[in-house]
């Protein structure tokens, strides 16, 4: 089963110096068939204003997951972890036990960030926080996994989880398999996957299929999260 949601579809909430849209219920903005997709709890694409941020605030048993599409953001935490993670990189905390964060942009334009909440499949372990770099050149034959819990990643995360990200140039092609269901999500060009045409933005639910085709309609940005249906704790 494929299910589209296009971004202008999206929950929406502009706080003046954040504007966000959200692909599942959070905060504000409620809707009793969008809660979650298996373990993935939360997907916001956020907009956020040169200088602003979120001030320290805390969180606990989730996995955090921020991908940077546009700008900077900056990272402190409770444990004394410290960091800027830019454009095309990602960072991870796992908040376990509990952890008081703050997230700033302190650049000089607007910042834009996916931050996404897994559920983990272990409760109450030791937060911690990382950040990783990631190659910039375009993809060829498949997408580069950025976040698992298998320790074959650069990024760790308790969940039975995978995010791969890709860079694809106009007309490449290629198939991804899928090993629990996945969320696509589109952070820049056109993307034509199963059928179904993704823009910027757009969200793309995938269920009950082992591998899906990808096709770059343009020059495409792609995050693919694929999560397992329940938690087992």
């Not at 969008?34 to 694409?45: E, H, K, S």
């Not at 001030?55 to 996995?63: D, I, R, T």
């Not at 034959?141 to 760790?156: C, F, I, M, Y």
Request: glycine share 10%; proline share 3%.
């Amino acid at each position: 089963m494929i299910t589209h949601y296009p971004y202008k579809n999206l929950g929406h909430a502009n706080h003046g110096w954040l504007n966000a849209r959200h692909h599942f219920s959070f905060s504000g903005y409620q809707d009793q068939k969008r809660m979650q997709f298996g373990v993935l709890r939360v997907i916001n694409d956020d907009v956020i204003k040169a200088g602003a941020g979120f001030a320290l605030h805390p969180h606990k048993n989730m996995e955090i997951i921020t991908y940077v599409k546009k700008g900077g953001i900056t990272h402190q935490d409770s444990d004394g972890n410290v960091g800027r993670t830019v454009a095309g990189d990602v960072q991870v905390m796992s908040a376990g036990t509990g952890v008081y964060h703050s997230e700033f942009n302190l650049e000089t334009d607007d910042t834009n960030i996916l931050q996404i909440w897994i559920e983990p499949n272990q409760l109450d372990v030791k937060p911690r926080w990382d950040s990783y770099e990631f190659p910039k050149e375009p993809t060829l034959a498949s997408l580069t996994l950025l976040v698992s819990g298998d320790g074959k990643a650069p990024l760790s995360i308790y969940q039975d989880a995978f995010i791969y990200g890709g860079h694809l140039c106009e007309g490449t092609e290629l198939s991804h398999t899928i090993k629990h269901q996945a969320y696509v999500l589109v952070s820049e060009g056109t993307l034509e996957i199963e059928g179904y045409s993704l823009d910027k933005g757009d969200g793309l639910e995938v269920s009950g299929l082992s591998s899906i085709r990808l096709k770059a309609i343009s020059e495409a940005k792609v995050l693919l999260i694929d999560v397992p249906q329940k938690n087992r704790l």
